[in-house]
């Protein structure tokens, strides 16, 4: 699975290319991942408003991706799908992330 990476500001900006985050793309999720967050500021956001279907490997695969956080960093979520978002709720990870309504809301927080 392809990222695409942007910042604004000192907001770090991940885009999964794939409408879906299954086992077929949770290694390459993963490995994405970890490049894009040695290279990332200490707020990565990461947009998942393009993908429509998260199984359990995908949700395994972005909360594994905590352990590639440098000291400091923080990962949040924004633009969930319902049906992502149904997903973390149902397995209360929603209360392990910062879940914002969407991209414009998580860049006006502040962390």
Known sequence: MELSVTSEGAVTIVR???ARLDAM???MFKDAM???LE???A???LDM???GFLDSSGLGAVVAVQRFLRQGQVLELAGLTTAVERVFRLTR???MFTIHAGLGDALRATA
């Open 16 to 18: 999964p290319a794939g």
């Open 25 to 27: 793309a949770a290694v």
């Open 34 to 36: 970890k490049s894009a």
């Open 39 to 41: 290279a990332g500021q």
């Open 43 to 45: 707020r990565v956001v």
């Open 49 to 51: 408003s393009a993908v």
């Open 93 to 95: 990870m929603d209360r």
